[in-house]
């Protein structure tokens, strides 16, 4: 990650949550710990939860953006695990934050929930975009609400530890996913 005051403000953010705990951590503190005021704090993050699920966006981009490479022939699961596996360059660069923020996220139930609401939301996406391609609309549906579970459970296992891989986690869970069908 680049330091800017968006970095520095994330990485001071899960180191407190992480001592701390989310609950007993303020925006204030936050922004002191990264240098900063808390006006620049609230310039970046609209409250202290969006610090941990800032990446969200650029994620649901890169997945959509790797969907539409894929060829209209490919079946549903097949084109999400390619998406998937497009992004694995971009959550490896990004360990370093997401290992201490699924931390926190385990630790507390509120972001937990938040977390399930987030990932709702990108299988939702993800749906769309398969309808968009074609693909009826509740087996666009179960193809991503299989996907992003799959994805989730495999990103989760890989930020708990780092072997295998995660593309070799992804290939492995496809692969999963067809013997179980």
């Known amino acids: 990650m680049a330091d800017t005051a968006r970095t520095r403000l994330q990485q001071a953010a899960v180191e407190l949550f992480g ?10 503190e ?5 240098g900063v005021t808390e006006r620049t704090f ?8 969006e610090v941990l699920f800032d990446g969200q966006s650029v994620l649901l981009g890169a997945l959509l953006a ?21 992004v694995c360059p971009l959550l490896e660069a990004n360990r370093p934050f997401s290992e201490p923020r699924q931390a926190v996220i385990a630790a507390t139930p509120a972001l937990q ?8 939301a990108l299988s939702e996406a993800l749906a769309q975009c398969l309808r968009a391609r074609g693909v009826s609309g509740d087996r666009a549906a179960f193809a991503a609400q299989i996907g992003m579970t799959a994805f989730a459970h495999v990103t989760s296992a890989w930020l708990n530890e780092a072997s295998p891989g995660l593309t070799e986690r992804l290939d492995r869970a496809e692969q999963d996913l067809r013997t179980l069908i």
């Open 42 to 49: 609230f310039r970046h993050f609209a409250d202290k939860r």
């Open 19 to 28: 001592k701390q705990g989310f609950d007993n951590t303020t925006a204030a």
């Open 66 to 86: 790797a969907v539409e490479e894929v060829p209209r022939d490919a079946p549903p699961l097949s084109t999400l695990f390619r998406a998937f596996r497009s």
């Open 30 to 34: 936050i922004a002191a710990h990264a």
């Open 113 to 120: 929930e938040r977390e399930l609401a987030k990932m709702a």
